[in-house]
């Protein structure tokens, strides 16, 4: 079912907003946001694109033709309008049990927590390696900076339950 009049307006608010916050201020880029941000754009928009469905996602917001790096609120919205109101279940975030399950398998002795260095080894070294720049925002999030750990009962709350909504 299509959204209704409000909901489309309410969507186009949240892109804006979320857009807004990482736009160029350079007078020649106003208007338009650093390619290398768009998959923390994306996330803050309440989905979680797999790595291979982000690339596709860049790809079609970024378009054939632009070489310059940035991308346009125009395309950015005009594709994620596309996404949040037909997609979104292709995108959805994992519920907070899933992401427990997921943090446990790397603590073998319940101790309800990892430490920071191993999970950054990790994100960085297997799988769809995360980006330097993508852990150092996950840590500045999770990582208790007293300990050096990451309490994951939190943290998969957090993760699961940021205060958005759902379309």
Known sequence: MPPTFEQLEAIKRRIKDAFAL????????????????????IRSLGINPAQDQLRDLI????????????????????????????????YKRD?????LRAFRAFDPENKGYIEGDYLKNLLMTRGDS?????????????????????????YAELLANDGRTDL
């Open 22 to 41: 990482f736009e160029l201020e350079t007078k020649d880029k106003k208007g338009m946001v650093d390619e290398r941000e768009i998959p923390t754009i």
């Open 130 to 154: 995360f980006r330097p720049e993508e852990v150092t925002e996950l840590l500045g999030v999770a990582l208790d900076e007293q300990s050096g750990n990451i309490h994951y009962e939190d």
């Open 59 to 90: 790809t079609e917001i970024r378009g054939e033709d632009n070489t310059t790096g940035c991308v346009e609120h125009e395309r950015f919205e005009r594709t994620m309008i596309k996404v949040l109101t037909e997609q979104a279940n292709e």
């Open 95 to 99: 519920n907070e049990e899933k992401i």
